[in-house]
């Protein structure tokens, strides 16, 4: 087993922790917060199944190419249910997004399911900073409590590190 395969999954398995926490807690969690958990666990599957793959030589990236879409429509829902942005301005987005990834994978390059694209991710990424901020903006001037105590806020600040990271490195 290559070593860099398995340093790379195990520290893409950090998100295990908030998954199967939000597993256990399910019942207990509010609806409006359920579709974020959806998402981890959406992470949890397609990094195993690509440290499988990578583990057996397939380096296709075919897993990490469709994973972004489900992930994408979970994460438009979240903040959909989060009242970040209304039913219609969702549907817009996921619309919009799917469109373009259909178009990125099979008509822009031809049909190109297992190779690297960017264009795709970059506006997915921004897509998700800009909610995410947006997000950020309403529980700054409305959150009466320590913002460092919302999960919430610290799920936003999380997608806006990583996704900047994203569009920075996309």
């Excluded at 057996?56 to 829902?77: E, S």
């Amino acid at each position: 087993m290559n070593k860099v395969y398995l340093t790379n999954y195990l520290l893409s398995m950090t998100i295990l922790f908030a998954a199967v926490t939000g597993i256990l807690k399910w019942g207990k969690i509010r609806k409006e917060d359920r579709p974020i958990i959806i998402g981890w666990w959406i992470v949890v599957v397609n990094e195993t199944i690509r440290f499988i793959l990578l583990c057996n030589d397939n380096k296709t990236l075919i897993p990490y190419n469709t994973y972004v879409l489900p992930l994408m429509w979970v994460y438009v829902w979240q903040f959909q249910q989060w009242k970040v942005i209304s039913a219609k301005l969702a549907w817009l987005i996921i619309s919009t997004l799917t469109i373009l990834w259909i178009a990125v994978y099979f008509v822009i390059d031809g049909y190109n399911w297992g190779g690297r694209q960017s264009i795709y991710k970059l506006f997915l990424a921004l897509t998700l900073v800009t909610l995410s901020v947006a997000s950020l903006n309403v529980q700054i001037i409305t959150e009466k409590k320590s913002l460092i105590t919302s999960h919430r806020f610290l799920i936003c600040v999380g997608i806006t590190i990583y996704y900047t990271y994203r569009v920075l490195v996309d």
